[in-house]
């Protein structure tokens, strides 16, 4: 039987054909404690199941009969059947938590798996609240699916078991309920499908809310400079309204679900009562058979009311299967295997023309920022960022019923002609040398470990200091000192109550731009990379704290290698030679003096040569 926490490894990958396959997937993996929970809800029952029976010969053999002692048997029965049921349902319920926290666990830390296999790849095959959702709220709705089927299942075998008993009593009224029970049933059908289709509508605007609200966190700051917050205050209202509102229509579909199962147990339970009361007329049934037949008809109630919150939480299960598999299914386009990268390796970019020299601090400037940003994508085998894209928000704004799913289709469509075009290019010279041989043929992990990337788009995540600037826990104390004077963020230490152990909220939202900045510098310091790609590392700081970091930057890296993308003198002023691109092309290679006799390079740092120089 498995037990917390199971362990997970990255290539455990589920079955991904279909929803349905992945939700008996996931019932197999548990199958132990599935069939455990199983049991423990026929033991749960048992006191439902078999009061009737005992109560109906405590009436007919014991108080009818007036013997008192066939009363306190009965009784007796009554009570120990209450006992076992008890503890049958205290053990089911903390099998069922243990179940639910299991299926939460795995579901989280394959959507970790999938996060790191992907990478950068992952926002191009799902959104990012798509990812959010499935490790939140599927999660927890597979935890939710895993307790029900068990508690299906238990309601089968005692309905069987109900059903056995009446037949030993009245085989007219079981046959009764045998017939009927799935006619009643099969009137629910018709709202099935238009559940599911409810369900899968606010699942996928639900997870597109959770994106906007994520980009608006995230931009907060940018937001309020320049007075944007009450724009996409409105477009979160917006798009809160349309969750609402088909938060309303999957509430209108289960409460339909739910009046179709209380009027089917009441039709079962009135025909009992009905047919049973003719059958003691009849005198074909005792007084304690009846009252057994009328606590049968009671306890069918449960049974029913079980198989249509099945029906409804399976539904939800399959939506959330559909969502998780997408994401679990998400294919790298990278191929695996390769020829190791080593260490200081000499990059080539062909397009550009630029080379990178073994142990050389290299600055790139160019008069297009994503120019120069696009050739450290290209040295550290990254896929060109997806600039301009229009993504689903607005593709939805005001659609409904079909409109709103062709566009979803379409949208699906256009992820996967995305994933195509990735796979294409990644399968294609890349265009990179790293010591004579291209980055496609080499092992990406390999050539991870050389040459490590930082952008702007590096994040900080919750947790102490020394977390955010040693993550893996591999560097020393002194080195991690080192790091962060090179990156001038010990104003960071020392505003922090505890130091090193002091604390950072997620994405650093209590620290300014700039320290936020100067913090991704020390951790990509403290790496230790062979070749340290690093783009715009002092955008966000002032002219005196740039002036302090340009020479501890170029000291820390002595005698490695380094690319730095930036037009600010004060660290041109440091690199050992300066490429100068245009239109993505290199036209000229240098010292920052040597470079400054051509004017068209002069333009481009002129703005950073005055603020230096104020």
Partial sequence: MRDFPPEVLPGDTPTWRSPLSFLTWLVRGQAGLVTLMTVLVVVWQLPSVLSPLLLGRAIDAGMIARDPLATAGWSGLLLLAVVVGAAGGILQHTYVVRSWVIAIYETQKRVGHTSGRLGHVLGRRVPTGEV????SS??????????????????????????????????????????VSPLLLAASTPVLRPLSVAQRDERTQNSELTSLATDIVAGLRILRGIGGEATFGANYATQSQKVRFLGVRVGTWQGVVEAISVLVSGVLLVALVYLGTHELSAGRLTV??????????????????????????WIAGLVAAAKTSALLGAQSPWRSGG?????????????????????????????????SAALVDRLGRYLPSLAGRHDEDDDEEGLRGKALRQARSERAARRAVQAARDEEAAQQPWGVTADGVNLRDVNLASLRKRV??????????????????????????????????????????DALPGGWQGTIDEKGRGLSGGQRQRLILARALLADADVLCLVEPTSAVDAHTEARIAPRLAAYREGRTTVVTTASPLILHQADEVAFLQDGVLVARGTHTDLLT??????????????GDD
Avoid: N
């Avoid at 955010?468 to 020393?476: E, L, N, S, V």
């Fill in 132 to 135: 959010l959702s499935v490790a």
């Fill in 138 to 179: 599927d999660s927890d709705t597979f935890g939710a699916t895993l307790e029900v089927a068990s508690r299906f299942i238990g309601a089968l075998i005692s309905f069987a078991l109900v059903c056995v008993l009446m037949f030993t009593t009245s085989p007219m009224l079981a046959l009764v309920v045998i017939v």
């Fill in 288 to 313: 304690g058979q009846l009252i057994s037949f009328v606590g049968y008809a009671l306890y069918m109630l449960s049974p029913l009311q079980t198989f249509f919150d099945f029906s409804q939480k």
């Fill in 339 to 371: 020829a190791p990268v080593g260490p200081s390796p000499r990059l080539v970019d062909e397009a550009s023309g630029v080379e990178v020299i073994p142990g050389r601090f290299l600055a790139v400037v160019s008069a297009d920022p994503d120019a």
């Fill in 452 to 493: 490590v990337v930082s952008d702007t788009a590096s994040m900080l995540f919750a947790g102490t200091l020394q977390e955010a600037i040693d993550p893996w826990g591999r560097a020393t104390r002194d080195r991690a000192e080192e790091a962060l004077i090179a990156a001038s963020a010990e104003d960071v230490f």
């Fill in 598 to 611: 051509r004017p068209d390079y002069r333009r481009v740092v002129a703005r950073g040569m005055e603020e």
